[in-house]
């Protein structure tokens, strides 16, 4: 892969996860909460959400190895689950909102590779459109893994009668020895599995194979 295609990649997904996490501000304002705004979170300026590693160092080491996958994130977006109008459904609304955001990128790009392939356009414009389809599929599905502090957690957790209270204190008290046991076996046990489920969304919007 090109020099150029590798900051290709990084900077689609760099603005991805920007838009995922813009997404979880705007939903939390719109329940009441102005957290995000305050910290001046609810800018699609990268530069306030990069996280050095997540966003830029992993992602460049993922593909300086070849990795099949890229992979990152940027600082989570604060807000207070206290404040919003309706706390369960809230925050459930909060947590969705940067999935529903990268599935959305997806569908609407997916759909201009779909409605653009009876026109003689260049192997460029479909290489792009390509890519910001696969970030954001790739994006949406992972954070839907029900690990906190992924969002599919959120919703889940959210979900559980007051009885799993015990259980979700657990799984937020080491979150972060969870996600990293996860990530380590995901990578080496399950990634084919999420290649399978990409190339199946991607053919089944874009009509295309990868």
Same mark, same amino acid.
């Given at each position: !892969?090109? #020099?150029?295609? +590798?900051?290709?990649?990084? #900077?689609?997904? @760099? !603005? $991805?996860?920007? @838009?995922?996490? /813009? $997404?979880?501000?705007? /939903? #939390?304002?719109?329940?009441?909460?102005?957290?995000?705004?305050? #910290?001046?979170?609810?800018? *699609?300026?990268? *530069?306030?959400?990069?996280?050095?590693f997540g966003s830029i160092i992993l992602p460049a080491v993922l593909l300086l190895s070849n990795s099949p996958f890229l992979f990152g994130w940027a +600082?989570?977006?604060?807000?207070?689950?206290?404040? *919003? $109008?309706? +706390? +369960?459904?809230?925050?459930?609304?909060?947590a969705g909102a940067g999935v529903l955001a990268n599935f959305s990128i997806a569908i609407i790009f997916g759909a201009i590779i779909r409605l653009s392939t009876n026109f003689s356009l260049p192997e460029g414009f479909y290489f792009i459109t390509s890519i910001i389809v696969i970030i954001n599929l790739a994006l949406g599905v992972f954070n839907l893994v029900p690990i906190p502090p992924l969002d599919g957690s959120k919703i889940l957790f959210s979900l559980l009668p007051y009885s799993f209270s015990k @259980? /979700?204190?657990?799984?937020?008290?080491? $979150?972060?020895?969870?996600? @990293?046991?996860f990530i380590y076996y995901f990578f080496v046990y399950f990634s084919d599995y999420l290649y399978s489920i990409l190339v199946f969304l991607f053919t089944l919007i874009t009509g295309l194979a990868i």
């Open positions: !892969m090109e #020099a150029t295609d +590798k900051l290709f990649y990084i #900077a689609v997904l @760099i !603005m $991805s996860v920007v @838009i995922h996490e /813009v $997404s979880h501000g705007f /939903v #939390a304002e719109w329940f009441g909460d102005k957290t995000a705004r305050f #910290a001046g979170r609810l800018t *699609l300026n990268p *530069l306030p959400h990069v996280d050095l +600082k989570p977006v604060p807000y207070n689950p206290d404040n *919003l $109008s309706n +706390k +369960k459904w809230g925050t459930i609304a909060v @259980i /979700v204190l657990f799984f937020e008290q080491y $979150s972060i020895f969870l996600f @990293i046991i």
